[in-house]
């Protein structure tokens, strides 16, 4: 065989690789388990638990039947990013995180101690220039506290229908606390067979999100989602087809053209 013949043969080999690896085999990236908001929309939240109105809510709470006037409030400085299920993910798909970000918690101090907890939402999720909202203040710093026993790498996720509060993973959750416990504390749960408990307790059954702390069914706002996984399915699966056509015909089209350098080299001169 020439050299000729040879480098037409490799460019074609070469070409049906490229095509079968980067269209007919490889899969699309999975998903991550949850998106970090970032440490400037942590902050933005932080700076709209400062505002007047949330303080006055945080005020409200504060003055309840028998309890003093709270004084001056205190805000803290740090948020608390406090995660949600997905709707996506309840209903047994993967094509998407298995948590979203419901809202940023902000502790707040009244003059003699007391805590409660200003819950700042973003007005558009997902969105990096979101801007944030106070429309929830409760009593005590449970948030807080349950941060402290998150593991490194771990978020904390809420179960509002079981007031239930876990270590988020990427290989699975963790039960911190629950009002109605559907496993061990401290136990690891795969991140599969949560998704099996929560689609068979709630994939019937998705009404709208309710406050995490108030033990009633809810889960988070319905949003877009990706894909159904049919879908993603058969926008690779499709192209086999065509790939394995293509191929054949570069393989043919190589073999005729070798032919043709060989026939041009033995022709009479």
Request: aromatic letters at 6%; glycine letters at 10%; one cysteine or more.
């Given at each position: 065989?020439?050299r000729?013949?040879?480098?037409v043969l490799?460019?074609?080999?070469?070409?049906i690789?490229?095509?079968?690896g980067?269209?007919g085999?490889?899969?699309?990236?999975a998903?991550?388990?949850?998106?970090d908001?970032?440490?400037e929309?942590?902050?933005?939240?932080?700076?709209?638990?400062?505002s007047?109105?949330?303080?006055?809510?945080?005020?409200?709470?504060?003055?309840?039947?028998?309890?003093?006037d709270?004084?001056?409030?205190?805000?803290?400085?740090?948020?608390?990013?406090?995660?949600?299920?997905?709707?996506?993910?309840v209903?047994?798909?993967?094509?998407?995180?298995?948590?979203?970000?419901?809202?940023?918690?902000?502790?707040?101090?009244?003059?003699?101690?007391s805590?409660?907890?200003?819950?700042?939402?973003?007005?558009?999720?997902?969105?990096?220039?979101t801007?944030?909202?106070?429309?929830?203040?409760?009593?005590?710093?449970?948030?807080?506290?349950?941060?402290?026993?998150?593991?490194?790498?771990?978020?904390?996720?809420?179960?509002?229908?079981?007031?239930?509060?876990?270590a988020?993973?990427?290989?699975?959750?963790?039960?911190?606390?629950?009002?109605?416990?559907?496993?061990?504390?401290?136990a690891?749960?795969?991140?599969?067979?949560?998704?099996?408990?929560?689609?068979?307790?709630?994939?019937d059954?998705?009404?709208?999100?309710q406050?995490?702390?108030?033990?009633?069914?809810?889960?988070?706002?319905?949003?877009?989602?990706?894909?159904?996984?049919a879908?993603?399915?058969?926008?690779?699966?499709?192209?086999?087809?065509?790939?394995?056509g293509?191929?054949?015909?570069?393989?043919?089209g190589?073999?005729?053209?070798?032919?043709?350098l060989?026939a041009?080299?033995?022709?009479?001169?």
């Amino acid at each position: 065989m020439t050299r000729s013949a040879f480098r037409v043969l490799a460019a074609a080999v070469l070409l049906i690789a490229c095509s079968v690896g980067f269209g007919g085999v490889t899969a699309v990236a999975a998903s991550p388990v949850w998106v970090d908001p970032s440490a400037e929309q942590v902050s933005a939240a932080v700076t709209a638990a400062h505002s007047t109105e949330a303080i006055g809510y945080a005020r409200s709470n504060f003055r309840r039947p028998g309890h003093p006037d709270p004084g001056a409030i205190t805000v803290g400085t740090t948020g608390t990013p406090v995660f949600t299920l997905d709707p996506a993910f309840v209903r047994g798909e993967n094509t998407g995180p298995a948590a979203v970000l419901a809202y940023v918690a902000v502790v707040a101090h009244a003059q003699d101690g007391s805590a409660a907890t200003i819950q700042v939402t973003p007005e558009s999720p997902g969105r990096p220039d979101t801007k944030w909202r106070v429309d929830t203040v409760l009593s005590g710093d449970d948030e807080h506290q349950l941060t402290s026993q998150l593991s490194a790498g771990a978020v904390l996720l809420n179960e509002p229908q079981i007031n239930g509060w876990y270590a988020l993973g990427k290989d699975g959750v963790r039960l911190l606390r629950a009002s109605m416990p559907q496993s061990p504390v401290g136990a690891l749960v795969p991140l599969d067979a949560y998704q099996r408990q929560v689609r068979d307790r709630y994939a019937d059954k998705q009404p709208q999100f309710q406050n995490p702390r108030d033990g009633e069914s809810g889960l988070a706002q319905p949003r877009p989602t990706s894909p159904p996984a049919a879908q993603a399915e058969h926008g690779t699966s499709g192209l086999v087809p065509w790939i394995a056509g293509g191929s054949v015909l570069l393989l043919l089209g190589a073999a005729y053209l070798v032919r043709r350098l060989r026939a041009r080299r033995h022709a009479p001169r």
